[in-house]
Structure formats: C-alpha cells, structure tokens
C-alpha cells in the first residue's frame, strides 16, 4: 500500500522538492474532491474518471439484532479506471509519460531523466531503479477443450460376469 506521504517522495525523486511535491498533491486531490462535491465528472486521459453517483433510500439489516434501518439518499464518488491504467496494472507495463502540454509547463519543475518507479525504487540523484525481481505468473488451468479425448472402451460380453444373481462380487470367507 502506498501513502499519500510516499506518493508525495515518489514525486520528489523526479526532480521537485519534498514541500513542491507534497503541494502539487494535495492540489490535484483538493481539486478533484471540490469538482466531485460540485457534482462535476473529472477525467484525467490515459488515468480514469471519477464521477458523484446517487445512491436511492433504502432499507439495510443490522447484522446483530436483525432489526431492519432505513439507509438515507447518498450521493457517492466512483471511478473508472482508464484504458492505459487497466493496461499497466495487467500486464504490469510501464506508465505512460507526461500527456499534452502538461509537460511543456512544469518542464522547469521535473528533472530532465525521471527515474521509473514501476517495479522498483528510486536511487535518488543518480536517475536509476533498483528493480524488483518478478513475480511468477500463474499457469491458467486446463479447460475441457484442451483435454484430450477418452478413448473409448470395448463392450464388454456379460456386464455381470463375476457377480451372483444379487449382484455382487463373490468375496473370502473368514
């Protein structure tokens, strides 16, 4: 899990100080919680969108006494991760970088090299990650397809041969 105060580092290490990162993130997060209290959708491309969705009256269980309480009209935030996002956290591909003109105007603020983040941790003032080794991926699990057939088996004579006439199989005596 990754903090508010570690995201804050994470910036850092790209070439802005601690108290300039630290700032920048509470300003994006104060804007997308003001637009979101404004009943405003916020996209951010190649990231997701967040979006308020009301939520109707209705009627919960209390799980200890079963007695049964009425839940309020809710208006509650949700988010829809971006095609680029849904990408990297597959198949645990690289960010993509600085989008649109975003990049031209904080250029004086971002070092020219920022170390990846993805898989790794920073080594601060020399550009490079130290990776983290890879985790094994799981082997899917066979389908039916994917079986081979069984082959068939021949007929047999007497489907009661070695039985007696009840049915079962003569056994030792004691």
Avoid: C, W
Avoid at 32 to 49: D, K, P, Q, W
Avoid at 108 to 129: F, I, M, R
């Amino acid at each position: 899990m990754v903090s508010k105060s570690q995201l804050a580092q994470r910036i850092a290490a790209r070439g802005a100080t601690p108290s300039q990162a630290a700032h920048a993130l509470d300003a994006v997060l104060e804007e997308i919680t003001a637009a979101l209290a404004a009943h405003e959708r916020v996209t951010i491309v190649g990231f997701g969108s967040f979006e308020p969705v009301a939520r109707a009256a209705r009627t919960a269980r209390n799980p200890r006494t079963g007695e049964t309480v009425p839940v309020p009209a809710t208006t509650v935030p949700r988010f829809h991760p971006g095609t680029a996002l849904r990408a990297a956290v597959e198949g645990g591909a690289t960010p993509p970088g600085p989008v649109g003109s975003l990049a031209d105007g904080y250029a004086s603020h971002v070092a020219a090299e920022p170390p990846a983040l993805v898989g790794g941790t920073a080594v601060p003032g020399t550009g490079t990650t130290v990776a983290k080794p890879a985790k094994p991926t799981k082997a899917a699990k066979p389908t039916k397809a994917d079986k081979p057939a069984k082959a068939d088996k021949p007929a047999k004579a007497d489907k009661h041969r070695g039985k007696d006439a009840k049915g079962k199989k003569p056994g030792k005596k004691k």
